[in-house]
């Protein structure tokens, strides 16, 4: 492998598997009646989050793999989206404006860095509208959808085991409002949208209306909610 230094995509690779052991970690233990919780309406329950990470990495990953197509059939290894392909968008602007605004927004983003674009993911600072690729589905089951989020991880880490020749810096992702990612740069990336997710299931958690169980961690005091919500207030420390 070329280009892209090994531990650089090892590093980021390493960082989306804490990320995703930290979200089984939330998930686990969690009831039905607990994920399926709604704080308010228009509001997504903790079970809807997950399948929405669920779903941005399925989408993510087929980025990868397309990219990882056209290298191997030796085109530029380079995908252009457009809103037309992924149609997230920023809070409040309605997403038939959003064609219109694709030149001045990549013009801004090719001025953002990596680190800050991934500290305003991850911090939940700008209020993002989902795109319809990843909108979550309500009533998952729980044990289907934690098996389903274990497996999507080996998915991803398997098409990077499968093809070790590459050269992931070459490898490139252009969103007129995500911006531009190398893959270890988007592997980044997904860690720090997963990482603003699972402060919104800490949120969630700590609503005073949440269903509370009887089920204790590791034997202790605190609840699985409590420990959840104590870990992301104190433990939680992420690198941009």
Same mark, same amino acid.
């Given at each position: 492998?070329? !280009?892209? $230094?090994?531990?650089?995509?090892?590093?980021?690779?390493? =960082?989306?598997?804490?990320?995703?052991?930290?979200?089984?970690?939330?998930?686990?233990?969690?009831?039905? =009646?607990?994920?399926?919780?709604?704080?308010?309406?228009?509001?997504?329950?903790? !079970?809807?989050?997950?399948?929405?990470?669920?779903?941005? *990495?399925? /989408?993510?990953?087929?980025?990868?793999?397309? %990219?990882?197509?056209?290298?191997?059939?030796? $085109?530029?290894? *380079?995908?252009?989206?457009?809103?037309?392909?992924?149609?997230?968008?920023?809070?409040?602007?309605?997403?038939?404006?959003?064609? &219109?605004?694709?030149?001045?927004?990549?013009?801004?983003?090719? %001025?953002?860095?990596?680190?800050?674009?991934?500290?305003? /993911? $991850?911090?939940?600072?700008?209020?993002?509208?989902?795109?319809?690729?990843?909108?979550?589905?309500?009533?998952?089951?729980?044990?289907?959808?934690?098996?389903?989020?274990?497996?999507? &991880?080996?998915? /991803?880490?398997? %098409?990077?085991? /499968?093809?070790?020749?590459?050269?992931?810096?070459?490898?490139?992702?252009?969103?007129?409002?995500?911006?531009?990612?190398?893959?270890?740069?988007? %592997?980044?990336?997904?860690?720090?949208?997963?990482?603003?997710?699972?402060?919104?299931?800490?949120?969630?958690?700590?609503?005073?209306?949440?269903?509370?169980?009887?089920?204790?961690?590791? !034997?202790?005091?605190?609840?699985?909610?409590? $420990?959840?919500?104590?870990?992301?207030?104190?433990?939680?420390?992420?690198?941009?």
């Amino acid at each position: 492998m070329t !280009g892209v $230094r090994p531990s650089r995509l090892g590093e980021s690779l390493e =960082e989306f598997r804490a990320t995703r052991a930290r979200t089984l970690a939330l998930a686990d233990g969690l009831s039905q =009646e607990q994920l399926d919780y709604v704080p308010a309406p228009g509001k997504w329950s903790a !079970g809807e989050v997950l399948d929405h990470m669920l779903l941005a *990495e399925a /989408t993510n990953r087929g980025q990868i793999a397309r %990219l990882v197509e056209l290298k191997r059939a030796g $085109r530029r290894p *380079e995908l252009r989206l457009t809103f037309s392909d992924v149609n997230v968008s920023v809070a409040y602007v309605p997403r038939a404006v959003l064609p &219109l605004l694709e030149i001045p927004l990549t013009l801004v983003n090719m %001025l953002v860095p990596d680190g800050l674009r991934n500290y305003l /993911t $991850r911090n939940r600072v700008v209020p993002f509208q989902n795109p319809d690729v990843a909108a979550p589905r309500r009533g998952r089951l729980s044990p289907r959808l934690r098996s389903d989020l274990a497996d999507s &991880l080996r998915e /991803t880490e398997t %098409l990077f085991q /499968t093809n070790p020749d590459l050269d992931y810096g070459e490898m490139v992702v252009r969103h007129p409002l995500l911006g531009r990612y190398d893959v270890p740069g988007l %592997l980044r990336f997904m860690s720090a949208h997963e990482q603003r997710h699972q402060s919104q299931i800490a949120d969630i958690l700590s609503d005073p209306r949440f269903p509370r169980s009887a089920w204790v961690a590791g !034997g202790g005091t605190l609840t699985h909610e409590e $420990r959840v919500i104590r870990d992301q207030k104190d433990g939680a420390r992420w690198d941009g």
